[in-house]
């Protein structure tokens, strides 16, 4: 068969089915844009518990003369003694332990003034009231229930805290918006796959008669099949083109334009996804489209074209 015969098929039959092509243009889009969303959304999950999880610290928090309710603070503030032997154990943990930073109370009430210096209650607080501790850096910050099961409860220890208990929150948020996103997309792939059937066995109505000429010459299937396949396959990856592009405006206007702006220093503080991570999909979203577009096509026109 000539190209220009079969460029000629394709072009009049895209021409007389339009408004059915740019449904499916449509479609594959949107079905394709969600799919990308909830993988950007995954490689988010990953970069950020990659990059906070590196910042894991556990503090322990020393008993001052206010936290006489708590069983190990019975003896008032934490003597320098009590202080000592934490730090020896937590050198004994090493190399676990990567680093100590001991934060005193007068440095802590610093901290807290520049933190909330626009509180009313600012002025209620007090160094004596505010506790001394150690902010401990993990060489594995997964095993931090190691160093907070050996000083819950000790002498002269107020509590321990870390912070995977307020990052955990936040990826399980993230991890429920991807997967959010996925499903929804594979709701919309087979929105996509039943448009596409539909679309096929109403342009094969269409040129029904087209198509009896073309058996009476003597056309393979494959030549009869071919201009109904290249019309559905090029609507499928001008939508995942689209698609493509929609996520690339996205985080690019908005994740980095938010997180990454000139002058700010947000983008210092959190891992964000980027554009270079959509140009890594972009090639797994085109393939989903070209399968999802000759599969459909293929096996519909062999079900509903007898040849």
Not at 23 to 40: D, K
Not at 223 to 229: D, E, K, M, N, S
């Amino acid at each position: 068969m000539r190209l220009t015969f079969l460029l000629g098929e394709v072009g009049n039959g895209i021409r007389r089915n339009a408004s059915m092509i740019i449904s499916v243009v449509l479609v594959s889009m949107v079905s394709l844009f969600f799919l990308g969303a909830g993988l950007l959304a995954q490689r988010e999950v990953s970069t950020a518990k990659g990059f906070w999880y590196d910042k894991v610290q556990v503090s322990i928090f020393f008993c001052t003369s206010q936290s006489t309710d708590v069983q190990s603070c019975a003896d008032g503030a934490a003597t320098q003694a009590q202080q000592d032997q934490v730090k020896s154990q937590l050198d004994s943990m090493k190399p676990l332990v990567e680093h100590v930073y001991y934060e005193t109370s007068q440095q802590a009430y610093d901290r807290f003034k520049s933190q909330f210096r626009g509180s009313p209650y600012l002025s209620d607080v007090s160094p004596a009231a505010m506790p001394s501790s150690y902010r401990v850096k993990l060489s594995d910050p997964s095993k931090y229930n190691e160093v907070v099961a050996s000083f819950e409860g000790q002498q002269g220890v107020e509590a321990v805290s870390d912070q995977s208990n307020v990052l955990s929150t936040f990826f399980k948020l993230l991890h429920v918006i991807s997967v959010g996103a996925v499903a929804l997309a594979v709701v919309m792939v087979i929105c996509a796959i039943l448009l596409i059937t539909t679309t096929i066995r109403q342009v094969a109505y269409t040129r029904r008669r087209q198509v009896s000429i073309m058996r009476l010459v003597g056309a393979s299937a494959t030549v009869i099949y071919l201009p109904f396949v290249i019309e559905i396959l090029l609507a499928t990856v001008v939508g995942a083109a689209l698609a493509v592009g929609l996520l690339w405006a996205l985080v690019h206007y908005g994740v980095e334009g938010l997180f990454h702006s000139s002058g700010s220093s947000t983008g210092d503080l959190v891992s964000m996804i980027g554009t270079a991570d959509v140009w890594d999909f972009a090639p797994w979203l085109f393939a989903g489209a070209v399968v999802i577009a000759l599969a459909t096509a293929w096996i519909t026109l062999r079900r509903y074209l007898r040849v």
